[in-house]
């Protein structure tokens, strides 16, 4: 249930086009999820690189050839702020920035 429960929370993250609620996702399912399961997802042990590739991982087998790469990149502080600008920790720089929080991820073969 936890993975279909990511997937529907990712869904309705990416769909919705303001502000977004535990109780807004239960709504949107007509109650069939509760919106405590909600929270109680989002602070179980944090998924790893490792959790990423073994979903990743039969996708990219399918389409890979000799000459694909894979290409990622994580946000950048912004020198402006505004609406989806926030405080976060950056692995990178080992503390909290300005940005936005994402990884863009991609395969690319000839």
């Known amino acids: 249930m936890n993975d279909n429960l990511s997937d529907l929370y990712i ?9 977004t609620t535990a109780t807004g996702l ?18 179980r042990k944090p998924r790893t690189s490792a959790d990423l590739w073994r979903v990743v991982k039969p996708l990219i087998r399918q389409m890979e050839s ?9 946000s950048k502080p912004p020198t402006d702020g505004n609406g989806i600008i926030c405080r976060h920790y950056d692995r990178c720089s080992g503390r909290n920035v300005k940005g936005i929080s994402f990884m863009t991820a991609l395969y690319h073969s000839q």
Do not use: Q
């Open 11 to 19: 869904d309705y993250l990416i769909s919705s086009f303001g502000a």
């Open 26 to 43: 239960s709504s949107s399912v007509g109650g069939s999820i509760s919106h405590d399961k909600i929270p109680r997802m989002l602070s």
């Open 66 to 74: 000799p000459e694909g790469v894979p290409i990622t990149d994580d």
